[in-house]
């Protein structure tokens, strides 16, 4: 079977690959496991190379319908869509998320509709639809109401995978992911960025800088659990999931001072002590608008999984990415 | 100030003309009651003659950015955004909804956004945003799951009404319609175009058939309180809307069997006697998928009415649309 990861040169979209490659079978359309044989890499730049005869790369803008054309053809039966603007970018130039974050996800549903093959589609959205007058925690029931333009076009992406599957367009679902971290590499425009630059930055002894208060709550999950997730996410059988498509994913409801204990615990307080506290006012509002704790009650029924505490993410970010 | 009506031929836009025109002003960006100058009716085709020098006609089809550029201009003040694909013809025919009820509105907004002025924009939305399994009586805080393509796009609007408002590009207010019977005219492809065919066509004496059950709940809005709560949905301080943009209308919980029954005491047996039960499978999948109850606190206490009976919807359409 042929599989497609938008965002594939992305640090999600990497792993994923490596992940789909080392497992090398995925549910078909029939529900039962296939051999993947092609793993199209689908980003703005060619990833690293994986050196894999599966492996192949198809390089360009994800909101130009040739390239999502060139990606997505009738042979492919699933699709993990991770590619996106982050949010204080789509906040910051509005046009671009609405193409990126939107235009292009339409795209690639429109594509497999035209293509008639059904595939499984997995949509990454966030906790980003949620926003203003919260409940202590969110529930599965609970209205998403996005402040931010992200989650906006992240929401608006989720609808259309639903009423897409609803027709039998696609098979799809949608992952509402937690804050992921510890991302590796270099900060990005996310307003969560800094929730992974001050465990990283620290532990490559680089200055951090933390834009939001110690009792900020954060809801994680580590790049380990997003990658069993996304996959447990395609493998569920899509008429467990009927007509509700969108899942809130389980995660680790923690608070950026709890956070940082575990950092010290793990590295020691030198470390921590790279950490500067500099607050933002345009970081804060958007991640305040953001839940710190849900109930992910449906899909922790059906087998999703959350890191069990900030420690031992953070001693898996070591292992995984310093190497020790 | 320049006013402008999309769907303004239609019965609802029309009408809406005519009781703007009467009222002769409306809240301009500062709150303050402005005399109309210009009152632009946007349709497919032109509206039947409206004598009155300050309205100004334009034709075309909304998903043409063209037209909405000749029909919305930067002395726009005020938007009504009626025009859409009805709820059977959006289910049968997908593209064509995704591209009037979605691609339409967003050029409507974009287009107000590129003018930079900030008109209020009056956004009609329906309870068909609502399906699938739901409370007994639907709340504000309730999530909107659709289940039809016409729920979605619409969804999908109100977030965009909800985004360009908290981005400051308009004042945009989403009103979520009952039902709005007895419509004048002929039957449409609409789900719920029944609801009004069993009272109005009964009354012209022609048969009507009725596709739905007898107990089928409706949630359902008159003609005149429909345009009472288009204007009070513009006139109200967006302000007072704050990050909420989206509103459930008030309405009458009915049956179809009360609704019945009201038509047989205003008009006799003999007139109800004209209806038909002819159960259709795909009307009734639709019509089931939305409910039948709201608890419309929100909207009640910003000032929005509903009708207090069905007998006098049935008695305001014999005033108004027969003269007797």
Same mark, same amino acid.
């Given at each position: 079977?042929?599989? *497609?990861?938008?965002?594939?040169?992305?640090? /999600?979209?990497?792993?994923?690959?490596?992940?789909?490659?080392?497992?090398?079978?995925?549910?078909? +359309?029939?529900?039962?496991?296939?051999?993947?044989?092609? /793993?199209?890499?689908?980003?703005?730049?060619?990833?690293?190379?994986?050196?894999? +005869? !599966?492996?192949?790369?198809?390089?360009?803008?994800?909101?130009?319908?040739?390239?999502?054309?060139?990606?997505?053809?009738?042979?492919?039966?699933?699709?993990?869509?991770?590619?996106?603007?982050?949010?204080?970018?789509?906040?910051?130039?509005?046009?671009?998320?609405?193409?990126?974050?939107?235009?292009?996800?339409? *795209?690639?549903?429109?594509?497999a509709r035209e293509h008639g093959k059904r595939p499984r589609v997995v949509f990454t959205s966030s906790v980003a639809v949620f926003g203003g007058p919260l409940?202590?925690?969110?529930?599965?029931?609970?209205?998403?109401?996005?402040? @931010? @333009?992200?989650?906006?076009?992240? /929401?608006?992406?989720?609808?259309?995978?639903?009423?897409?599957?609803?027709?039998?367009?696609?098979?799809?679902?949608?992952? !509402?992911?937690?804050?992921?971290?510890? !991302?590796?590499?270099?900060?990005?425009?996310?307003?969560?960025?800094?929730? @992974?630059?001050?465990? !990283?930055?620290?532990?490559?002894?680089?200055?951090?800088?933390?834009?939001?208060?110690?009792?900020?709550?954060?809801?994680?999950?580590?790049?380990?659990?997003?990658?069993?997730?996304?996959?447990?996410?395609?493998?569920?059988?899509?008429?467990?999931?009927?007509?509700?498509?969108?899942?809130?994913?389980?995660?680790?409801?923690?608070?950026?001072?709890?956070?940082?204990?575990?950092?010290?615990?793990?590295?020691?307080?030198?470390?921590?002590?790279?950490?500067?506290?500099?607050?933002?006012?345009?970081?804060?509002?958007?991640?305040?608008?953001? +839940?710190?704790?849900?109930?992910?009650?449906?899909?922790?029924?059906?087998?999703?999984?959350?890191? +069990?505490?900030?420690?031992?993410?953070?001693?898996?970010?070591?292992?995984?990415?310093?190497?020790?």
């Open positions: 079977m042929d599989v *497609l990861i938008t965002g594939g040169a992305g640090f /999600l979209g990497t792993r994923l690959a490596k992940a789909l490659l080392a497992r090398g079978t995925l549910a078909g +359309p029939d529900g039962r496991q296939q051999p993947i044989s092609t /793993l199209t890499l689908l980003d703005l730049a060619a990833p690293a190379a994986i050196d894999d +005869p !599966r492996v192949r790369v198809v390089t360009g803008d994800i909101s130009d319908p040739a390239v999502i054309r060139s990606a997505l053809t009738a042979d492919t039966a699933s699709v993990f869509h991770l590619a996106a603007v982050v949010s204080g970018q789509a906040e910051a130039d509005f046009e671009l998320g609405m193409r990126i974050n939107f235009d292009a996800t339409r *795209l690639i549903l429109d594509c409940p202590q925690q969110v529930k599965d029931s609970t209205v998403a109401t996005p402040q @931010s @333009s992200y989650g906006a076009q992240k /929401l608006m992406g989720e609808i259309l995978v639903t009423d897409y599957s609803r027709k039998g367009f696609i098979d799809g679902r949608t992952l !509402r992911m937690p804050t992921i971290c510890v !991302r590796p590499g270099v900060p990005n425009k996310a307003a969560s960025s800094f929730a @992974s630059g001050i465990i !990283r930055e620290p532990l490559n002894d680089q200055p951090a800088v933390c834009p939001v208060a110690p009792e900020t709550p954060m809801w994680v999950m580590s790049p380990r659990k997003a990658i069993e997730g996304l996959i447990h996410g395609h493998e569920i059988d899509g008429e467990r999931l009927g007509a509700t498509r969108t899942l809130n994913m389980p995660g680790l409801a923690t608070t950026v001072r709890d956070m940082v204990g575990a950092l010290e615990k793990v590295a020691g307080a030198n470390v921590v002590a790279r950490i500067r506290w500099e607050p933002d006012a345009a970081v804060i509002r958007i991640v305040n608008s953001w +839940p710190g704790n849900f109930d992910a009650a449906r899909a922790a029924a059906l087998g999703f999984a959350a890191d +069990p505490d900030f420690e031992s993410i953070v001693r898996a970010h070591v292992q995984d990415e310093l190497g020790r």
